[in-house]
């Protein structure tokens, strides 16, 4: 199989780059946006050989999963930038529900954690890693890394970790990655419209694991334990505290269940 766009994705002017083995594609789009290209380009890869994630931490890539990037230089405005990152959270969402039987049970199988996390049932399968950098022109470009778990799971991380395959979906990341295309395409053209982001943080809000349950949040050692109590237009964190006092969160390690006990450690 080849990795291809979807027919509207191709329509709304995306273009495709596919490697067979690289040090990262993330890497590869900002260096496409160094040299002069104009956005709406994704890079996919077979292997990645440095898989980057957040917070300098390294992502397993073998073979079988999927690696992806998508540069964009359209108009990005560095103070919402983070924004998109949501949108392509709730695009992973939507296209693994694409191959789910039962959509009855397609939230107890597929769900975000904030901020960037996709769960299969409870574990990490995908994360999504922004990276914004201002270009020659003065122009800010976005590089969105999407790493799906698709055949294999990484099994030395230090917490729960899980596949499509492990959950029963036996599916090729080509095959994914045509339906992801599209759906980022279509979610990114609603967000960008003026009712459209409110719309992406219901739909985010609709597929969170841990809305109205209490989690912590580690971020540079400081704790914030509470009731998750949603987004706000900013799309931050709001928890709420036993004193009914609403702290914001815009950075952090969200943990949630057994995780956020006292003892959890950080991921």
């Known amino acids: 199989m080849v990795y291809i766009l979807s027919d509207f994705t191709q329509k709304q002017g995306y273009t495709i780059e596919s490697y067979e ?19 709406y380009l994704w890079i996919v890869a077979q ?10 931490r390294t992502w397993s890539s073998p073979k079988g999963n999927l690696y992806s990037s ?24 939507e296209a693994i529900k694409q191959f789910i039987k039962d959509e009855k049970q397609t939230n107890d199988i597929v769900s975000l954690k904030w901020p960037n996390d996709i769960l299969l049932r409870g574990a990490k399968s995908s994360g999504i890693l922004l990276e914004i950098f201002k270009l020659p022109s003065q122009q800010y470009a976005l590089v969105i890394g999407i790493g799906i778990n698709v055949k294999y799971n990484y ?6 970790t899980s596949s499509l395959q492990d959950i029963g979906l036996h599916i090729e990341a080509e095959q994914l990655f045509t339906v992801l ?7 990114y053209l609603l967000w960008k419209q ?14 969170s694991a841990h809305l ?6 580690v971020n540079d050692e400081k704790i914030i334990e509470g009731i998750f109590d949603g987004l706000d237009r900013d799309f931050n964190g709001i928890i709420k505290q036993k004193n009914d006092q ?7 390690d969200v943990h949630f269940g057994s995780a956020a006990s006292v003892n959890a450690g950080r991921y």
Request: hydrophobic residues 35%; proline residues 2%; without cysteine.
């Open 21 to 39: 083995s690289i040090d990262s594609t993330n890497l590869i789009a900002q260096q496409k946006a160094q040299t002069g290209h104009q956005g």
């Open 47 to 56: 292997e990645q050989l440095q898989g980057r994630a957040r917070r300098g």
């Open 70 to 93: 998508l540069l964009l230089i359209d108009d990005i405005v560095y103070q919402t930038a983070a924004q998109i990152g949501f949108v392509a959270g709730v695009s992973v969402v």
């Open 155 to 160: 099994e030395n991380a230090p917490y729960p």
């Open 181 to 187: 295309t599209e759906s980022f395409s279509r979610n």
């Open 194 to 207: 003026s009712k459209g982001r409110e719309i992406i943080r219901n739909k985010w809000l609709l597929y």
């Open 212 to 217: 109205g349950k209490h989690v912590k949040v």
């Open 246 to 252: 609403r702290t914001i969160i815009t950075a952090g």
